[in-house]
T-cell receptor
Framework: DQQVKQNSPSLSVQEGRISILNCDYTNSMFDYFLWYKKYPAEGPTFLIS?????DKNEDGRFTVFLNKSAKHLSLHIVPSQPGDSAVYFCAASEGGSLGNLIFGKGTKLSVKP | GAVVSQHPSRVICKSGTSVKIECRSLDFQATTMFWYRQFPKQSLMLMAT?????????EQGVEKDKFLINHASLTLSTLTVTSAHPEDSSFYIC?????????????FGPGTRLTVL
């Protein structure tokens, strides 16, 4: 059973608009969440993370929101740029940043000029 | 900082041969390295975790005799796929984690595409 779910395999957004990528999890023991960006035939690149003691973390155009009661997190990209087009993976771990990562299947974001 | 390299980036081999993939942390010391594999349109699946100087810990369902992992130094880990078969064809990605500050996160290598004929 998948512990980290990204139910939207793809998302298309117009340049300059907001991109919202969603992620749900089932394991209530997860206490650390991350988003990675991945281009084809490359390894994932770390974007942003959030600890379960927070509900929001912001870094430039990227903001991650965590709703623990709903076991849901989202990544907001504002404004979206064509260079943001990639596959975005949500990951979660127990034991903070030192825990093993459990990944979702990813959402392919396409930002159209 | 926090650059992880993998070599080779792509390898094609015959069934029954062994293939070695190297993972290096270039600008930090990796106390822990991880090996993942990814099938098309699937998530990254953790295969094993290795700490420098000790035996790797394999995830359930991963054959330790088939996927040999060596973490001989704080900057190098190797994955050897022994007696490779076509079903081993996949994208293998390593990651490395250091200690303290930004290096607490996992930093991923660019991946190795293995094709077994």
């Amino acid at each position: 059973d998948q512990q980290v779910k990204q139910n939207s395999p793809s998302l298309s957004v117009q340049e300059g608009r907001i991109s919202i990528l969603n992620c749900d999890y089932t394991n209530s023991m997860f206490d650390y969440f991350l988003w990675y960006k991945k281009y084809p035939a490359e390894g994932p690149t770390f974007l942003i993370s959030i600890s379960s003691i927070k509900d929001k973390n912001e870094d430039g155009r990227f903001t991650v929101f965590l709703n623990k009661s709903a076991k849901h997190l989202s990544l907001h990209i504002v404004p979206s740029q064509p260079g943001d087009s990639a596959v975005y993976f949500c990951a979660a771990s127990e034991g903070g940043s030192l825990g093993n990562l459990i990944f979702g299947k990813g959402t392919k974001l396409s930002v159209k000029p | 900082g926090a650059v992880v390299s993998q070599h080779p980036s792509r390898v094609i081999c015959k069934s029954g041969t062994s293939v070695k993939i190297e993972c290096r942390s270039l600008d930090f010391q990796a106390t822990t390295m991880f090996w993942y594999r990814q099938f098309p349109k699937q998530s990254l699946m953790l295969m094993a975790t290795s700490n420098e100087g000790s035996k790797a810990t394999y995830e359930q369902g991963v054959e330790k005799d088939k996927f040999l992992i060596n973490h001989a130094s704080l900057t190098l880990s190797t994955l050897t796929v022994t007696s490779a078969h076509p079903e081993d064809s996949s994208f293998y990605i390593c990651s490395a984690r250091g200690w303290g500050g930004v290096y607490n996160e996992q930093f991923f290598g660019p991946g190795t595409r293995l094709t077994v004929l």
